[in-house]
């Protein structure tokens, strides 16, 4: 099929509460929303790059200058066979992982709608086992202003329903809400995201964590370090994950090969999007080591990309895609709930993302909005 026609909106909305990380907190949600267009068909993706650059380099203003600049003219106009196609298309600009994301998704959805398939169905068609029909989440909080805060906030979720609590935390925000949290809800899976925020001096602290069954400590060392989790992972009992280390398969590689970890959280934007993500699903898969999938604030168009990874059969471990009323009141596209009963969210079984696009509310949200034509 012909990409006759690229949409590219930018939007901003507002969060249903702020969301506070080490690397900051936001109140609002950039992003940039692509609709790609052939032959009859839309294929949506999504771009997760923020309004500042603190997760990575990228933010929504860049996006939108490598997107409508360089990635953008090199796949206009040409004969989309399959998803894989845009990979080789987009290869002459280096990195900008989250902008090429937004292609890679769209390019997934409207293959699977021309196939008559689910993007979960397209994306799982190498497994014999197929997509999950339903897949295990959790919840992630962000630093709030008191441990009680914390402890209240937890057991709102674990009353709505979520079985899996992930806590943000940075230096001095670290082992006592831990500590807290762990004696406040014994049963309860709960996990530690440092968001690199730590070093490898901070090993002890991490080692007075080895008595709270942790499901896992997530990326506690720097964001480009492969190495110095290596060196962590033997002085803790706790999972160690990699997240905003693991930007490639090549990254993956290393990070088995070195024993670097015991779990990857595989975020498609950070890889560059669903291709690289199955790659490092394989491989992830193949090592045996625990696997989930990684929020970054998602409308609904990612979060339906989100739940058809989180589908395949190496994921493991419930992944960070909460409901859609944990983060928007109004979305701009089908609204995602929890099935309280264990803690899942139902995969979309529709052509290609399975979702409708409100574009009214997707027009009042957009700051800015270009078409490309072939």
């Avoid at 409207?110 to 999950?132: H, N």
């Avoid at 493991?316 to 264990?342: C, G, K, Q, V, W």
């Amino acid at each position: 099929m012909k990409i006759e026609r690229i949409d590219l909106h930018f939007v901003s909305m507002p969060l249903v509460s702020p969301f506070t990380t080490s690397f900051g907190t936001e109140l609002d949600r950039q992003c940039l929303i692509l609709a790609m267009h052939g032959e009859g068909l839309t294929g949506w993706g999504e771009c997760v790059a923020t309004n500042d650059p603190g997760y990575c380099y990228e933010t929504a203003v860049t996006a939108w200058h490598i997107l409508s600049d360089f990635l953008i003219p090199n796949i206009l106009g040409k004969d989309l066979q399959e998803p894989e196609d845009v990979i080789g298309w987009m290869s002459s600009v280096r990195g900008h992982p989250l902008a090429k994301a937004a292609i890679d998704q769209a390019a997934w959805d409207i293959t699977a709608q021309r196939d008559g398939l689910s993007f979960a169905q397209k994306l799982a068609q190498p497994y014999p086992e197929g997509p999950k029909e339903r897949v295990k989440v959790g919840v992630s909080i962000g630093i709030q202003p008191s441990i009680e805060q914390t402890l209240a906030v937890i057991e709102r979720h674990l009353g709505e329903g979520y079985g899996r609590i992930k806590l943000k935390i940075r230096p001095g925000w670290d082992l006592e809400l831990a500590r807290a949290a762990r004696a406040a809800f014994p049963g309860v899976p709960i996990m530690l995201d440092a968001n690199s925020a730590f070093t490898l001096a901070d090993a002890p602290l991490f080692q007075a964590m080895d008595d709270l069954d942790l499901l896992m400590i997530e990326q506690p060392l720097g964001y480009e370090d492969i190495y110095d989790h290596s060196r962590l992972r033997p002085l803790i009992k706790s999972p160690l994950c990699l997240d905003e280390s693991i930007h490639s398969v090549g990254h993956t590689r290393l990070a088995l090969a070195i024993n670097a970890c015991d779990i990857i959280n595989i975020k498609p934007a950070r890889v560059g999007g669903w291709t690289e993500s199955r790659q490092i699903h394989d491989l992830g898969r193949a090592a045996g080591i625990g696997l989930w999938i990684g929020g970054m604030l998602e409308t609904g168009i990612g979060r339906s990309a989100q739940l058809a990874l989180a589908s395949l059969p190496g994921i493991t471990l419930p992944s960070d895609i909460s409901a859609t009323s944990r983060y928007y009141d109004h979305d701009i596209a089908t609204a995602f709930y929890l099935n309280a009963e264990d803690s899942t969210i139902t995969v979309p079984t529709g052509p290609g993302l399975g979702i409708e696009v409100d574009q009214a509310h997707l027009t009042e949200v957009t700051l800015k909005k270009e078409s490309f034509s072939a």
